[in-house]
């Protein structure tokens, strides 16, 4: 009986977490065929789907954090397990007991910088605005069309702030009306939420929606997939709608209202990755492409493992904030696979993939070879 106990409390603690899913499961085990993991190592969600309905998890385990909320399992699997929100009830009782594994640990500096700065980045909230220095962007007030909300890597991150600049020219010459929040925009918390941090991610959304509606926000521009699906799938748990626009989306409608008009030709060949959480979480496909398919003298080759089936660049779930060893990254494999396609240019539209890419860039010894671009910097080189 005293073992018994024990794995009772487990399950009790799955399912109060939101993981009562896992019990559906009957092990036919195409998650593991599906999952990226098990290009680069061994790795079976299978069996964790199968441990917590028994109620042996290893809470300390390395495993329960490695799924990068790809999406590809959910879609596959034959008796609706949710393996990413069961997964993230796993999580959730691991932080909530404070037991993290090595690679886990850089968490710990992320949730205290989001909890004093509201960034994960461990930078100042003060600076939040600072990207856009010179570039006079106007301050959001209710009077504007659309609030561009920039988020946090595209703020800070020096790489990705060169994504903010060119969104911002772009909007700028398509006479779009618009405004930024600054320092009083917060984390959207998307990723902290799939770490299982569920009180912060309501204290970020909630101190993110008050402002919106204090500031008469109603239409949102986001360049960040992860804030797009939060805002979009997540925000209404809180009784709140407010339209959100991806810019591929966004490009895209400026492009066919005659908006943005290309100046030049562009004769580069560009292969384009589907981020998880623009393409197989939501649906958008066809947009990016029809951006690039626009840009005169531009090649758009396919790789494999698109759009539905897109690979992960690993860094979804949480992934991006921890280690992952040499040798184990799905980014260098999607790098090695744009290069063979011949393309010059790898373009997606993601902080997370833009960051992995050009760590493989440097890994693969490719920087002569590939370049990697958000849609929106190739779109403001074109005009
Ligand atoms: S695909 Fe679904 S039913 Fe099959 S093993 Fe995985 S979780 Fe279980
Ligand atoms: S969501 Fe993706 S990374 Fe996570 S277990 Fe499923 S296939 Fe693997």
Sequence with gaps: METVTPYKEIIELVHENGGEAFSRCFQCGLCDVVCPWNRVRQFSMRKIVRQAALGLTEIESED????????????????????????????????????????????????????????????????????????????????????????????????????ARAATGILKRAGVDFGILGTRENCCGESIRKIGDEELFRRLARENIKTFIDNGVRRILVSSPHCYHT???EYPEFMVHFEIVHMAQYLNELICEGKIKFSKDYPKVITYHDPCYLGRHNGIYDEPRDVLNKIPGLELREMPDTRVDSLCCGGGGGRIWMETAKGERFSDLRLQQAMDTGAEVLATSCPYCINNFEDSRLTLEATEKMTVMDITEIVAEAI
């Design 231 to 233: 805002f979009k799938n």
């Design 64 to 163: 329960i954090w490695l799924c990068t909320t790809c999406g590809r399992c959910p879609q596959h699997c034959p008796r609706d397990v949710n393996q990413i929100e069961s997964g993230v009830s796993l999580r959730r009782i691991a932080a909530e007991y404070g037991v993290f594994p090595k690679s886990v640990t850089p968490l710990k500096t992320v949730r205290a910088s989001l909890v004093s700065e509201g960034n994960p980045l461990n930078e100042d909230r003060a600076k939040r605005a600072d990207w856009a220095e010179g570039l006079s962007v106007d301050d959001f007030s209710e009077e504007k069309e659309i609030l561009y909300f920039t988020g946090c890597y595209f703020s800070y991150d020096p790489r990705l702030k060169k994504v």
